[in-house]
Each structure stands twice: as C-alpha cells, then as structure tokens.
C-alpha cells in the first residue's frame, strides 16, 4: 500500500503551485474564471472525504484546461461487500470552459449563483457489478512507482494527477503529472475500465444511483 510521506507532500504541492504560476496561453483567462475554479474544483471534484476508507485521484489539465475534469473515488476500500466507485466527470466542456462560459453570460453574478448551472455527470458503481472496481483497487495497492522530483521534465500544460489515500488509518496524497508513470497509468486505466462498467449498465438500462 502507498504511503507518501509529508515532505514529498509539501513538496509535490509546491510543483503544483509553479504549474499554476508558469507559462500560460498569451490570451491569459479571465482573473474572475481563475479566481473561482478552484473552488469550482474542489466543489464538484473533492477527494478529501469518502465513506469509509478511501482512494481518490482526480485529473485536470494545467493551463489551457481544455479538458474535461474527472475524478475517481474508491470507497470502502476494506470492507469487500460495501466497496463501491464513484465517477464525476464535467460534460460537455471542461468546468473551466464552463465558468468561463457562464460569467460572459452573466458578469455581474457571484460563483454562488452561477454554480448549478455547470454541468458534471456522477456515476456509482459497486464492486459486485463492476469488478474493475476491486481490480483496479489491488492494482493500486501492488503498484510500483516513482516519486516526483524537483528536476522532472515539465510538459506544456500537463494533466495535474493529484491522489489521496486513507487506508487502514494513514492518510496521505501526492501529486503527479509525467504521463509516463505509474500513477497517471494507473488512473486512465481505472477510467477505461470503469467508463466500460457505466455503458454496459447504461445499454442494460440500469438506472444509475
């Protein structure tokens, strides 16, 4: 099981607070979008708090924020019968794209009165119909990975990776975003296999919890 420990923590959220302040597009955001995204963020994607014991990772693209964010959290982790997945993801356009979209609409209202306008999908899925869902978990805990460090290569405008794990009474997160690594590996795996669990319920006409 990972365990990362709170230098590499500190660490890790500082290399996220130089992707923010880093190179950006030339047309710079509008300060009103990048003042309430991460909130929006944290809002619509939270991966601090979970029934039972947890693993959370969610994934948004630094910078152009063109894609779509998502997130994936595993819950009950060690309880076989009750654990479950829950999938969010933005639709139609990023939640970023979306803000973006809703304050040139309406300039003069708050994040507030705005927010049940932007648009994510939820999806619940048990171990018992899915199992990617306990798959992926154990995947998960055997992983073998490499920490982020201060001299990785930063691609233009990656996909920020951020986990959080509380399993068996330890707690912790990392931050990731080299492509080729585990974790983001891992995490768009989890997404292909889960993605496929919601359309063959979705085709069998489940009704989504």
């Known amino acids: 099981m990972m365990r990362f420990s709170g230098a590499k923590l500190a660490a890790g959220f500082a290399a ?52 779509p964010e998502f997130s994936i959290v595993l819950e009950d982790a060690q309880d076989a019968h009750a654990l479950h997945a829950t999938v969010r993801e933005a639709q139609g356009s990023s939640i970023y794209q979306q803000l973006a979209a809703l304050h ?16 994510v999908q939820t999806w619940r899925l048990s171990a018992g119909d899915c199992p990617a869902v306990a798959a992926q978990l154990n995947k998960f805990q055997h992983m073998n990975f490499v920490r982020p460090r201060d001299d990785d290569d930063l691609a233009e405008n990656p996909v920020l990776y951020q986990v959080h794990e509380s399993i068996g009474g330890g707690d912790s997160e990392v931050l990731e975003f080299v492509e080729s690594r585990a974790i983001p590996k891992w995490t768009n795996e989890t997404r292909a296999a889960l993605d496929s669990c919601i359309a063959s319920a979705t085709a069998s006409g489940k009704k989504n919890p």
């Open 104 to 119: 040139a609409q309406r300039p003069s209202r708050s994040y507030g009165e705005l927010k049940s306008a932007i648009k």
């Open 16 to 67: 996220l607070a130089l992707l923010y302040s880093g190179a950006r597009p030339q047309a710079d955001p509008d300060e009103w979008v990048k003042k309430n995204f991460p909130l929006a963020f944290e809002e619509f994607f939270p991966i601090e708090h979970a029934q039972g014991d947890f693993l959370a990772v969610r994934a948004h693209r630094n910078a152009t924020n063109d894609m």
